[in-house]
């Protein structure tokens, strides 16, 4: 069974950085591409970045340019880096991984919740001013 575990939240200043992580264990399959999502209280869950299997990234406009997301393929682990953290920032993130045949097939475009199968369980980040 495969999960996801985020870790890396907590409350940070604004203008400040963090760097989130998520943790996959169990999985087997050739290729693997994964996303980083948020939801913000009385708001849709969001795309925030994705990168496919051969370390393709993709960004929500709101975002490029303060967020970096990166993988470490030997151990699967997932990062998002947020520089210049804003108060909007502030949500539960969620991180979604999936490797069926339209992740290693292309293109991926991976802001879509739709999109994915596998899901973790968040961590909250807080953002003050």
């Known amino acids: 069974q495969v999960q996801l575990v985020e870790s890396g939240g907590g409350s940070v200043q604004a203008r400040g950085s963090l760097v989130l992580s998520c943790a996959t264990s169990?999985?087997?399959?050739?290729?693997?591409?994964m996303g980083w999502f948020r939801q913000s209280p009385g708001k849709q869950r969001e795309g925030v970045a994705s990168i496919d299997s051969s370390g393709t990234t993709t960004y929500r406009d709101s975002v490029r340019g303060r967020f970096t997301i990166s993988k470490d393929n030997a151990e699967i682990t997932l990062y998002l880096r947020i520089n210049s953290l804003k108060p909007e920032d502030t949500a539960i993130y969620y991180c979604?991984?999936?490797?069926?045949?339209?992740?290693?097939?292309?293109?991926?475009?991976?802001?879509?919740?739709?999109?994915?199968?596998?899901w973790g369980k968040g961590t909250l980040v807080t953002v003050f001013s």
């Open positions: 979604a991984a999936e490797g069926g045949p339209d992740c290693y097939a292309g293109p991926w475009y991976g802001l879509g919740s739709y999109e994915y199968t596998i």
């Open positions: 169990g999985y087997t399959g050739r290729s693997i591409c």
